[in-house]
Each structure stands twice: as structure tokens, then as C-alpha cells.
């Protein structure tokens, strides 16, 4: 949403999000945009009794390279979910930025 705002005013780099920030605004009702991975959104979940960090709308074409970093995938209802490891989420979100 802040990302759309600045772009209607012409504002191209408004916010960097440092892997801490992103991780504090995946519970927001949005979730928050991971940088390096344009479109993709950082989320908390609950998943099967659990909290989860979750990357939606991430390039299907990079998911070997996002697995080789530490993320994981579940088919939940026939669609493929990619998370990230409570324990290496912020390694991951560095790496990909």
C-alpha cells in the first residue's frame, strides 16, 4: 500500500524494509513486500495449529533457487505454499535482498 502511494507521486525508492521490518510487518492485514522479489509478499499464517512466514505471489521460475536458501514448500489444497524457517527467516530475507 505505502509502495503504491509513493509511486502515485512519482517517489521510486520511498521505503527500504530491512529483514527485521519485513518479518514485524508480515502480520499486518497485507503483509510485507520482500525486497528483491518484486510482487512477492511476506505474510503470517496459521497453518495447521501454527504461525507461519509465508512468500506469496513469488516467481515460480526462482522457487529452486528460493529452496537452495533455506525455504521449504507444502501442497495445502492442491497449491504449493512456500515458508520460510522461523529459525533462518532473516538469513533468507538478506540473501534474497
Do not use: H
Request: aromatic share 8%; glycine share 10%; charged share 25%.
Amino acid at each position: 500500500m505505502l509502495s503504491s502511494t509513493a509511486a502515485s507521486f512519482n517517489v521510486t525508492d520511498a521505503v527500504k524494509l530491512t529483514p527485521g521490518d519485513m518479518i514485524a510487518a508480515a502480520g499486518s492485514f497485507e503483509g510485507a513486500p520482500v525486497v528483491g522479489l518484486p510482487d512477492t509478499r511476506l505474510v503470517r499464517v496459521r497453518v495447521n495449529g501454527e504461525q507461519r512466514l509465508e512468500l506469496r505471489g513469488y516467481p515460480v521460475e526462482r522457487l529452486d533457487w528460493l529452496k537452495s536458501l533455506g525455504c521449504f514448500t507444502e501442497i495445502i489444497r492442491f497449491r504449493t505454499r512456500l515458508f520460510l524457517p522461523p529459525d533462518g527467516a532473516e538469513r533468507i530475507l538478506t540473501a534474497i535482498g
